[in-house]
């Protein structure tokens, strides 16, 4: 979800039930895992469903190894969901790989680790039936993050290890009892410090990011709202910050390590420090001290209540040069009706407010936001108030969501309106969306980006602006992890396409990397001096030697012994 504007169709349309890629959970997939479900084929054709053929085969049992000798087995991690989870995923996986075991592609694995979402239906079935499909190919399956934390006596978890959202740290425990063959299941949370709930697992945790140029902080874990359609808050919980400190340290040694680029993520960025007697603000000034030039900060998601008492230093900060003037605040509908039903605790003028401030203080800033089709108590009118605010405004990046009933919240025991509906509602925002060209009219602009990633198609780099603007670059050796000057050659709905006007030797570097070529140049001038020192003394010493040796061949010569 994070990964915004990609030059890829439907990028904002995931969740549309119309629109089918290749990933897309089929429907026999869907149904064979709900046991009150039946699929009912027609009378006229018996057809055996592949399903039951599968059956009939033995299931290969996974290996039991009796010790476990670290780095002789390999571990294939997989996530679903937000930025918090692809956080989590990356320590697990650096403190699996710390400790020895391989990380591999699912097929050489010995053990799954499948790292989960429960935000909508279709994310918790593509993990049931990866669940299935590991345990059917002889794998040993160990599952982590929200829906074994918010749901833990689901059937389908029945006897696997579950690592909970607070037990992050854990892992290679839970990784080495499951390879001798038990279960083990860590829900619960972390003690309480000084009377507070602690956020989590420790930020200085080892890494294995999935981008080596971007770092996740997770500065706070749960939430201070109870939205009524949200399962996430029955995982996370209620609001816990990291100390500031924690983060800034955090901060400096992802630097260290070589990233250029670093998000802060969490379920509201905008409840940040409420716990701990700070604020989103004072985090990131501080945080702000300690990005070195040429790199880049990103401010994650934040819900409007807890933003706008802060919108002054935030408008601030966003138009901090390392800071990108970029914000994601879902709205999630235009009505006041919807909203209160959701129990956001804000309204339209609310959010309203935040965006006019934010567009009036800070040139150039990227608003997002999300909206959900189709919620249970919404009317043709609460959404015809929704198409308006988005008509309004012409989001650059809108996430369109159909209502999904989670089960254990408030919203799944509403009426729900019908499908066909909610499907036209979604589609006429979707028309809306594609209407307007956020990017048209750029040609010929120039802009400074920072490139980080690979496109989704493995052709481009992928640079931002400062208004995290996305532009396609060619793929140029040694262009990752440089600041470069572009000049705008075409757009397309969700990026632009650049052509670069540096010379390689023009390309800024983030100041740690620049700091550490001029050290290494420093260390080397200093050895070839020392180098030098040491070969003058090594020749005055020879030369010495030698003119003491022929002295005393001439005294011996002249004066020979009687």
């Not at 046991?35 to 009378?43: G, I, Q």
């Not at 910050?241 to 040694?253: D, H, I, L, M, N």
């Not at 250029?260 to 716990?275: F, H, K, M, N, P």
């Not at 990005?291 to 230093?313: A, D, S």
């Amino acid at each position: 979800m994070y990964n915004l504007g990609q030059d890829l169709p439907c990028n904002d349309m995931d969740d549309i039930e119309d629109l089918i890629s290749a990933d897309d959970v089929k429907p026999r997939e869907r149904y064979e895992n709900k046991k009150n479900v039946t699929v009912r084929a027609k009378k006229r054709v018996q057809i055996r469903p592949e399903a039951e053929e599968e059956e009939e085969l033995p299931k290969p049992k996974p290996t039991i190894h009796e010790s476990v000798i670290p780095g002789t087995q390999k571990v294939f991690v997989k996530t679903w969901g937000c930025a918090h989870n692809n956080s989590d995923s990356e320590y697990m996986a650096g403190q699996l790989a710390a400790y020895g075991y391989k990380l591999s592609g699912k097929e050489d694995a010995d053990l799954w680790l499948l790292n989960s979402c429960t935000v909508k239906n279709p994310s918790e079935d593509t993990f049931r039936n990866e669940i299935e499909s590991g345990m059917k190919n002889g794998k040993h399956v160990v599952v982590a993050g929200c829906v074994p934390q918010g749901a833990p006596k689901s059937g389908y978890l029945n006897g696997l290890s579950v690592i909970g959202v607070q037990q992050i740290d854990r892992v290679v425990e839970v990784v080495e009892e499951t390879l001798k063959g038990h279960s083990v299941r860590l829900l619960q949370n972390k003690k309480k410090v000084h009377g507070r709930r602690v956020a989590g697992a420790p930020l200085s945790l080892p890494k294995v990011r999935k981008n080596p140029l971007i770092e996740i902080i997770s500065i706070n874990s749960g939430c201070l709202n109870q939205c009524t359609y949200c399962k996430t808050k029955h995982a996370r919980g209620d609001l816990a910050s990291y100390p500031p400190e924690e983060v800034v340290e955090r901060a400096r040694q992802s630097f260290a390590e070589g990233c250029c680029e670093i998000w802060l993520t969490s379920e509201d960025t905008g409840a940040y420090g409420r716990d701990i007697d700070s604020s989103l603000p004072e985090l990131l000034w501080k945080l702000v001290e300690v990005i070195p030039e040429h790199c880049m900060l990103r401010v994650g998601m934040t819900n409007p209540p807890y933003i706008l008492e802060h919108l002054e230093e935030v408008a601030k900060v966003l138009q901090h040069p390392r800071v990108y003037s970029f914000l994601h605040v879902p709205v999630q509908s235009g009505s006041d009706s919807v909203l209160g039903e959701m129990k956001r605790e804000y309204c339209r003028k609310d959010f309203e407010h935040v965006v006019d401030f934010l567009r009036e203080r800070v040139p150039g800033v990227t608003i997002a936001t999300d909206i959900i089709c189709g919620f249970p108590t919404e009317t043709e009118e609460d959404f015809e108030e929704t198409m308006t605010l988005c008509a309004k405004y012409r989001f650059p990046s809108l996430f369109i969501n159909q209502f999904f009933p989670r089960p254990g919240t408030p919203a799944a025991k509403m009426e729900r309106i019908p499908a066909n509906l909610v499907k036209k509602r979604t589609k006429r925002l979707t028309d809306l969306f594609y209407s307007y060209d956020a990017y048209s009219g750029r040609e010929g602009q120039i802009y400074t980006v920072l490139v980080t990633e690979i496109s989704h198609d493995k052709l481009h780099y992928v640079g931002h602006n400062k208004s995290y603007e996305q532009v396609l670059l060619p793929m140029r050796e040694n262009l990752l992890g440089t600041r470069v000057r572009v000049r705008i050659t075409s757009a397309s709905k969700f990026s632009m396409v650049g052509e670069i006007l540096d010379d390689e030797q023009d390309w800024t570097r983030c100041a740690n990397k620049q700091e550490e070529k001029d050290a290494s140049k420093t260390e080397g001038l200093v050895t070839r001096r020392n180098d030098n020192v040491l070969h003058r003394f090594m020749f005055i010493a020879l030369v010495v030697g030698s003119l003491g040796f022929l002295l005393q061949l001439l005294v011996r010569f002249f004066y020979p012994l009687k």
